[in-house]
């Protein structure tokens, strides 16, 4: 029997443990989100979950690129495991994007182009909104260029807010504390909405896992704005991709049970 | 570059999607669980989630042996991804456990096992418990030898809640139906305390999902009685893997990041 997997439908991989609470939290929306009435109707995914990874923020701002063998590797299991696309639950991760869709055939979906399309179609028509993510992804301008082609400024934290309630919260989700990931990252929103943000980016994966609704929600309108859930949003890219690829699937390639 | 992961511990091997909402919650379980203070910190794990594997139950009822080239399958996917150890967080599936075993030279940690263990050595010293599972699980015994040799004895639902609750509320969580699943399995349960069980085990991993607490607790004492969360104790078993495989690993395997 060959190593790779009977299936009938495309397999998503899935290049996670950045950290890993939010590849778990990308998992359970994963499969809340998809229509579903038994476990065969679910989308069969592989998990490359390995938080060894130096930290993408860290290395980025300090010119390393300690990451990239990582991702690689991670990659490329996921190329032999035979899934179909590779999808990164990390905002931060994609400053790496460009170079992962270039070392591979497989789609490489981006959580940054997700995020963008949904606030720029925004029924309320934004022009302003924050961006809470890491140091990293503001300085490497993940969202500021798309959202600026569609006509959205973007605003971002004071410095200090930067590093003393949204980089600390995202620390605190990935040490486990969630209490006090809350009231820091809380702090900040209220700040980028004080300064006119009409709709709130949540631009880090860790950041739905305490500023995020209860169920799954590509934007919790019940907020004083729109929070926007970046992993929802890539699990909506994802349950796309993989209708596309079922329709797209010629019959004889198909598992029969 | 090879396609092995670089990693600087062990890599868990999750032979999941059965059902696909179960592994997202083992994952999160198993992240919140780990003693953390970042990433890094985390365990390396490689998920196999692929749930259009027959129905485990209905096929070992039935006399089929559907589910096995796609257990074996996904062994394969995950020896070839690097794994160390496979776990399972699907009670049912462990009626194929020992050909598993029988076919990889990798530990397969054992969730039964793990919880009989669990349910023996509960403080109250319990003498009578109830098992809420599949008709499947409790068909094939995977809990009642390990139980009756630690003196306990196992009482079961009648074969109208077991088919109309518990059956019916499995069925349910893995149709996205939590309401509805956490009203029929709630009312199985308190019918088997009502019958004399001092404890009861959530023998099937979709039932922590709505019998279970919201924080990781392998006994949910704030019950009438307590309830052994099987995800959890599996979770728990992990854990205890890896702290000796990380301690056993040679210092030259290990991986300079």
Redesign the interface.
Known sequence: ?????????P?LGVLG?????A???F??K???STP????????????????????RSESFLAGSD?PW??L???L??L????VGAIAIPCNTAHLWHARLAAATDLEVLHIGSAASEAVASHPAGLTRVGLMATSATIEGRIYHEALRAAGIDVIVPSARDQSEHVMAGI?AV???GLDTATSLLQSAATRLIDDGAQGLILGCTELPLVLGGASPDECNESRAVPFFDTTQLLVKACLAWWSRSKAAQPRSES?S?
């Open positions: 029997m060959s190593a790779a997997a009977p299936a009938c439908s397999i443990g950045m950290g890993p609470l590849t778990a939290d998992m359970r994963l499969v809340q579903a009435t038994k476990d065969q109707d679910h989308m069969p995914v592989f998990v490359h979950s390995v938080p060894q990874i130096p930290d300690a063998p990582f690689l590797s991670g490329r299991v190329e032999t495991a035979g620390a990935k040490a486990g598992f049970q």
